[in-house]
């Protein structure tokens, strides 16, 4: 007698994760946690340098262990990367800039604990969405993946963009000045048509373009450094409040307060992961733009609204899943770190591709298991740790400055493999700077580098495959219906903000 579906079917999700509790897989698992946390917490490490480090340590390895530790260790980067963010506003990683805009002021007002404990409850949630949005789409993953083109790419590209409005405080003119800006600046690289070099100024380093955690960190973190002494002169104490337990509980609570957006977010995060070449920059910027588009107070935007903590730190963690889709089963990387994580995996003797489901799809089950359970522990080691990291914020910034500023500017060289990105840490650092004095939004920028070269490049090939009838494309039509519907009702409101005021 044949075991009734529904069993079966239990029996291949649920038994690979009994290959987990294992002492050797949970040592393993609980390690790969450890390091990623520490690689995300760095400004400029993040998780492929972590990757790199990590895959010699994995020959020898049972390939599914091996697995096990470099997904463990990947799949939790962004969810330290928000404590350095929050408390310093310097990002750990790109993807954990988006953070930096609300999560910064909140630590500021004195709501450090706060912030760091939506950071944690968002990225755990966001993580098991993403496992789960992973696992429902195992068998439609081809129809969706083949579903998107470069037309499609550059539609979401011009549908981030759009966002510049939601960003931009009081003067949508300001931000899309910005944005502009950081658009320009994305156009410093390689010609992808021609080839060409563009303002290059014939340095090999630029021919790839400005790096994006450089370019990120200059514009937000340089400026912090210099308002870094901005403290009670007496006691010499700086105005962050470290966490308390009481903060950090509120932020987890607002997590499910706010849990029509925390489910948004994590699915449109692990939807944008699916696509491959998007990247979690795209991801954690859409995501906070949606938050400031659709929330009723957007005038906190900025100035410490919890919403835009919880939005993009969702969608940090749960694009991993969905960028795990077309890695495990058509060798199509979702992004950089996958196509690392994919390159190790092969190295263990797992190849990607279709034929990973022959078994039952045991691997995939046992990544998927280990996707959520990382993140569980991860959130949980540091919500216990968060107090202590905190009382570095309370530290005398004579004593902190200096390490942070090193850090920082380690970080740029090690991300973009060159001396000469101080130079242009530190030019962009000017930059910063002069926005900020000047009170403009910096957030448009990073919208603008991180989705310009994206927007060119698959608007290059769009029109080299279809011509301009690439507009007429299903996806491209209803992208294109959201972007106008975004940038008018953004512009809408902005209008009636300033009216009111």
């Known amino acids: 007698m044949e075991a009734p579906i529904s069993i079966v079917a239990a029996a291949a999700i649920f038994g690979p994760l009994a290959s987990l509790f294992t002492l050797k897989m949970l040592l393993l698992l609980f390690m790969g946690t450890a ?16 990757l790199v480090f990590l895959i010699p340590f994995t020959f020898g390895m049972d390939p599914l262990q091996g697995a096990v530790f470099l997904l463990s260790m990947h799949s939790v980067v962004h969810t330290s990367g928000g404590f350095p963010s929050i408390l310093f506003g310097v990002p750990g990683t790109g993807p954990d800039a988006a953070t930096i805009v609300d999560g ?11 912030a760091l404990g939506a950071t944690l409850a968002a990225s755990a949630i966001g993580g098991i969405i993403g496992a789960l949005y992973l696992s429902v789409l195992i068998p439609f993953g081809k129809p969706l993946i083949l579903a998107f083109g470069p037309g499609e790419y550059f539609m979401f590209a011009v549908f981030g963009i759009t966002f510049i409005a939601a960003l931009s405080g009081k003067s949508f003119v300001k931000g899309f000045v910005v944005g502009l800006f950081g658009l320009l600046i994305s156009t410093i ?34 400026p912090e450094f210099l308002f870094f002494s901005r403290r009670d002169t007496q006691t ?6 470290p966490p308390d337990l009481g903060g950090l509980l509120q932020g987890c609570r607002d997590v499910f307060i706010h849990w029509s957006l925390t489910l948004r977010t994590s699915l449109i995060g692990a939807f944008i992961g699916t696509i491959p070449g998007l990247g979690g920059d795209v991801a954690t910027w859409i995501c906070y733009g949606h938050a400031a588009h659709t929330s009723k107070t957007p005038e906190l935007f900025g100035k410490g609204s919890i919403e835009g903590v919880i939005a993009p730190e969702t969608a940090n963690n749960s694009k991993e899943g969905g960028a795990l889709l077309p890695t495990l089963l058509f060798g199509l990387p979702g992004s950089a770190s996958m196509a690392i994580l994919a ?8 190849q990607p591709g279709p034929a990973i489901l022959a078994d039952g799809g045991r691997i995939v089950w046992v990544l998927v298991w280990t996707l959520a359970l ?25 004593l902190l400055l200096p390490s942070i500023v090193m850090l920082s500017i380690a970080g740029s060289y090690i991300a973009g493999g060159a ?19 000047a009170e403009w939004p910096r957030a448009p920028f990073a919208i603008g580098i991180v989705l310009g070269p994206i927007a060119e490049t698959s608007l290059n090939k769009a029109l ?23 940038a008018l009702s953004a512009i809408y409101r902005h209008r009636k903000g300033v009216a009111a005021a």
Do not use: C, H
């Not at 216990?384 to 004579?398: H, I, M, N, T």
């Not at 001396?419 to 004095?437: P, S, T």
């Not at 080299?464 to 975004?486: E, H, K, N, Q, Y």
């Open 35 to 50: 390091i990623g946390l520490f690689f995300g917490m760095l400004p400029g490490l993040g998780g492929k340098l972590g």
């Open 104 to 114: 910064y002021p909140m630590a500021k007002n004195g709501e450090a604990g706060r």
């Open 189 to 222: 690289r390689l010609d992808p048509l021609t080839g060409e070099e563009r303002f290059t100024f014939g340095q090999l380093f630029l021919w790839d373009g400005i790096d994006t955690v450089t370019a990120v960190m200059a514009i937000f973190a340089v």
């Open 236 to 241: 010499g104490a700086m105005s962050i409040v």
């Open 343 to 350: 390159g190790g995996l092969v190295a263990l003797g797992i």
């Open 374 to 398: 990382s993140n569980v522990v991860a959130a949980l080691a540091l919500l216990v740790s968060a107090p202590l990291f905190g009382k570095l914020a309370s530290l005398r910034s004579e």
């Open 419 to 437: 001396w000469q990105n101080l130079i242009v840490f530190l030019a962009l650092g000017f930059v910063g700077v002069m926005l900020k004095l």
């Open 464 to 486: 080299a495959i279809w011509g301009p009838a690439f507009l007429l494309r299903p996806w491209v039509i209803v992208l294109m219906g959201l972007s106008l519907a975004a």
